[in-house]
């Protein structure tokens, strides 16, 4: 009896000690930390796709309301300049942000460690948390190999160059790769900063029309007038290739991208349209051969069927680039670059610094 009973009291205590750690772990989102999921083993959220695709994740408590945003960040080590990038974009976006962030990660195994050391820098010297998906850059190529392998002939530069790699092409097939219980999300190139919270860009789906299926700021350089040369020349009148400014349509841009992925699943106009007979007919139409992966193929969906883009505020992608501003087309390029809202969002593209404010 007396064993019996120094065990029941030692299971109360441990009872006890259990109850009381879950009481502090739950009382305040912030005390929430980084738990490692080991290769093949199931997150707290359920998905469409390979378990082993999810590596890690940062839990919050349950029943609460997460914004989905999502990046690239691939074949980085510790010394390269798009680490500082990333931190940069990361930081800006958990500083002003008032909401609880998804950060979705697609990497590989290098960049993955330098991402989970700059992000546990950045919450640790803000005080927050949010949760942290990594997903296999690889295999999710794999997955969407189907709409890589049309897109590439249309939209790639030369073999072995940046934008011939596959993971240009992800963004189309987002849709598929989200956990399923995602109903939108936006993704950005790690090279931006924000100005302004992340809550206010996603009030932008509150403008999308009935049959938008994606969100996307224009272009502001003359890129796509250089690409349309063809089609310009054939149809002087066309407003393809003219300057948003003047109420041309100039193209869009990918290094912010809203996705009503809901609509996408359910879409049977897109999966026809990243069919290769849509592409080939596309780009065969419009005189078409880019060079800038996605965007190229958003830009072009955009002049086929513009009812499936929202064009969202240029503030939210202001974009630094002036290269074509020294490739011919200095006497046109600031009716490209105009862009009169506030900006939300910097866009170092082209390797173009972002301003320190």
């Given at each position: 009896?007396?064993?019996?009973?120094?065990?029941?009291?030692?299971?109360?205590?441990l009872v006890?000690?259990l109850?009381?750690f879950y009481?502090?772990?739950?009382?305040?989102g912030?005390?929430?930390?980084?738990?490692?999921?080991?290769?093949?083993?199931?997150?707290?959220?359920?998905?469409n796709?390979?378990?082993?695709?999810?590596t890690?994740?940062?839990?919050?408590?349950?029943?609460?309301?997460?914004?989905n945003?999502?990046?690239i960040?691939?074949k980085?080590?510790?010394?390269?300049?798009m680490?500082?990038?990333f931190?940069?974009?990361?930081?800006s976006?958990?500083?002003?942000?008032?909401v609880?962030?998804?950060?979705?990660v697609?990497?590989?195994?290098?960049?993955?460690n330098v991402?989970?050391?700059?992000?546990?820098n950045?919450?640790?010297?803000?005080?927050k948390f949010m949760?942290?998906q990594?997903?296999?850059?690889?295999?999710?190529?794999?997955q969407?190999?189907?709409?890589?392998?049309?897109?590439?002939?249309?939209?790639s530069s030369?073999?072995?160059?940046?934008?011939?790699?596959?993971?240009?092409?992800?963004?189309l097939?987002?849709?598929?790769?989200a956990?399923?219980?995602?109903?939108?999300?936006?993704?950005?190139?790690?090279?931006?900063?924000?100005?302004?919270?992340?809550?206010e860009?996603?009030?932008?789906?509150?403008?999308?029309?009935?049959?938008?299926l994606?969100?996307?700021?224009?272009?502001?350089?003359?890129?796509?007038?250089?690409?349309?040369?063809l089609y310009?020349s054939?149809?002087?009148?066309?407003?393809f290739?003219?300057p948003?400014?003047?109420g041309?349509?100039?193209g869009?841009?990918?290094?912010v991208?809203?996705?009503?992925?809901d609509k996408?699943?359910?879409?049977?106009?897109?999966?026809?349209i990243?069919k290769?007979?849509?592409?080939?007919?596309?780009?065969?139409k419009?005189?078409f051969?880019g060079?800038?992966g996605?965007?190229?193929?958003?830009t072009i969906l955009?002049?086929?069927?513009?009812?499936?883009i929202?064009?969202?505020?240029?503030?939210?992608?202001?974009?630094?680039?002036?290269w074509?501003?020294d490739?011919g087309?200095?006497?046109?390029f600031e009716?490209?670059?105009?862009?009169?809202?506030e900006?939300?969002l910097w866009?170092?593209?082209?390797?173009?610094?972002?301003?320190?404010?």
């Open positions: 009896m007396l064993l019996l009973s120094k065990v029941l009291i030692n299971l109360t205590l006890v000690i109850v009381l009481c502090y772990q739950t009382s305040n912030t005390r929430w930390i980084l738990h490692r999921v080991q290769e093949n083993a199931s997150t707290t959220e359920s998905t796709i390979h378990e082993d695709t999810i890690t994740t940062v839990f919050f408590p349950d029943k609460k309301d997460y914004y945003v999502w990046c960040f691939t980085v080590d510790s010394n390269s300049p680490r500082r990038k931190e940069i974009f990361a930081e976006l958990i500083k002003l942000s008032s609880n962030i998804a950060f979705h697609i990497t590989d195994d290098d960049s993955k991402t989970e050391k700059v992000l546990a950045i919450l640790s010297s803000t005080g949760k942290v990594y997903y296999d850059v690889h295999k999710l190529a794999l969407l190999e189907d709409i890589v392998s049309v897109m590439s002939p249309y939209f030369k073999p072995g160059t940046y934008y011939s790699d596959a993971l240009f092409f992800l963004s097939g987002l849709h598929r790769i956990p399923a219980e995602q109903s939108v999300a936006a993704m950005f190139d790690v090279d931006t900063k924000f100005r302004k919270d992340i809550k860009l996603f009030e932008e789906f509150n403008s999308f029309g009935s049959q938008a994606f969100g996307l700021a224009p272009e502001l350089t003359p890129v796509y007038r250089h690409v349309l040369y310009r054939k149809h002087p009148n066309t407003l290739g003219e948003a400014s003047s041309g349509y100039c869009y841009n990918s290094g991208v809203l996705f009503n992925l996408l699943r359910n879409s049977s106009v897109y999966d026809a990243v290769r007979e849509s592409v080939d007919a596309m780009t065969k419009y005189h051969k060079h800038l996605d965007q190229d193929f958003y955009g002049m086929e069927k513009p009812e499936l929202h064009t969202i505020d240029c503030g939210w992608n202001r974009q630094l680039c002036t074509w501003r490739r087309y200095a006497d046109i009716e490209y670059s105009k862009c009169d809202s900006t939300k866009h170092g593209n082209c390797n173009a610094p972002i301003p320190n404010d």
